[in-house]
């Protein structure tokens, strides 16, 4: 495991340097692939979008998290999905490429909902603050999403679980970082270990 600090990551997230991310990226991976790495994730939805600046150059493959999060949701029958996360993110085409590939619809927060939902994400739960208003904040917009067709909504940020899961959200649940860490188990077991099955 390998990490810049965040600062440094959202100096360029907010300067919209992508360029900037995926450099940052590469200099993980180079780290990585010298200690003995097989291959890559990286558990934060947003610096995604970084990552066709990355894979070109990058000495190791990557598991996408929109891709394994995408997959998911095809294995559970699920055919729209309600997008959650960092307003960069949500605006993004991160999610909206790999769930259009498998044939899913999906519906992103508003205008307003997007300010809001990154307001919680990087002022409160990144600082460790948890709210009953914010768990109530993400219901109502979730809820939303189940009026206009939605039947399971992405927890596209690492925070996000630390206040909705399938117990208090009005929709199944789509946990990334879960669901991400579970694929890289199995990609480690069931590719690169084969007698581990």
């Given at each position: ?19 900037g991310v995926g450099e940052l990226m590469l200099s993980s991976a ?14 934060d939805n947003t610096i995604h979008q970084a990552l066709p600046h ?70 409160e739960l990144v600082n460790g603050v948890f709210t009953p208003a ?64």
């Open positions: 495991m390998h990490t810049h600090s965040l600062a440094t990551y959202m100096g360029c997230v907010n300067r919209g340097d992508w360029v180079q780290k990585l692939a010298a200690a003995g790495a097989d291959f890559l994730i990286c558990p990355v894979e070109p150059r990058s000495p190791l493959p990557w598991l996408h998290i929109a891709a394994v999060v995408a997959e998911s949701a095809v294995g559970r029958g699920f055919r729209r999905l309600g997008l959650t996360g960092t307003r960069p993110l949500v605006e993004s085409e991160v999610y909206t490429q790999q769930l259009a590939a498998r044939g899913l619809e999906y519906v992103r927060p508003n205008a307003n909902e997007r300010d809001a939902i990154n307001r919680i994400i990087f002022d914010a768990v109530e904040y993400f219901q109502r917009v979730i809820e939303r999403m189940k009026g206009e067709g939605c039947d399971a909504v992405v927890l596209g940020c690492t925070e996000i679980p630390l206040i909705m899961n399938d117990a208090n959200s009005p929709l199944p649940t789509l946990d990334s970082t879960r669901l991400l860490a579970l694929a890289a188990l199995r990609h480690a077991t069931e590719t690169l270990l084969p007698s581990a099955r």
